[in-house]
């Protein structure tokens, strides 16, 4: 079940997972991560091609719903732990974000008020094969290259421009973010 949100962010109800992504969507709550390695380079995820929702593609570090009641932050730390193998060494909030993005290969919705989180990851990670098919390190202009090439899944710009302010000061102006 999925936390349903009005367009200021507050609960109105819920809905079940896939229900809510068919469209034209329900407004929900979801959480994107950011994590960077201690060089400033972003935790990158191609997205295990078992997920019913844009498999095989790129995005960030780790993305998902709150369960209903659930607090943002701890979510978001949940699924990392969950999806990758690893506990960030600093997760701090970086916003909020609300955007209607169609997947054009599922013909699913990303409706959502996105919580946004970035931090730092020291520890090797442990993916779950099940969620998360491989994993990159780059740098910002490996990311320019790679997404110019590469499939993303289609919040990912959204979700990273709009948390690049709280980025810059995890990362450091010598990162580049």
Request: proline share 10%; hydrophobic share 40%; aromatic share 8%.
């Amino acid at each position: 079940m999925l936390e349903l949100v009005d367009e200021a962010g507050r609960t109105v109800g819920t809905a079940e997972k896939l229900a809510a992504h068919q469209p034209p969507g329900q407004l929900h709550r979801a959480f994107s991560v950011f994590l960077f390695d201690p060089r400033g380079r972003l935790l990158l995820q191609r997205r295990s091609l078992e997920k019913y929702h844009s498999p095989g593609v790129w995005s960030n570090t780790c993305c998902g719903h709150p369960l209903p009641g659930e607090p943002p932050f701890v979510a978001a730390a949940r699924r990392t732990a969950e999806e990758l193998g690893v506990a960030p060494a600093l997760l701090r909030e970086a916003g909020t974000v609300r955007y209607n993005h169609p997947d054009p290969l599922s013909g699913l919705v990303e409706q959502e008020f996105n919580h946004l989180f970035a931090g730092v990851v020291e520890q090797e990670l442990r993916p779950d094969p099940a969620e998360v098919a491989e994993t990159a390190l780059v740098t910002p202009g490996e990311l320019a290259r790679r997404h110019e090439r590469l499939p993303f899944s289609a919040w990912f710009m959204t979700v990273l421009d709009a948390a690049r302010p709280a980025i810059r000061e995890v990362t450091g102006p010598a990162a580049g973010w």
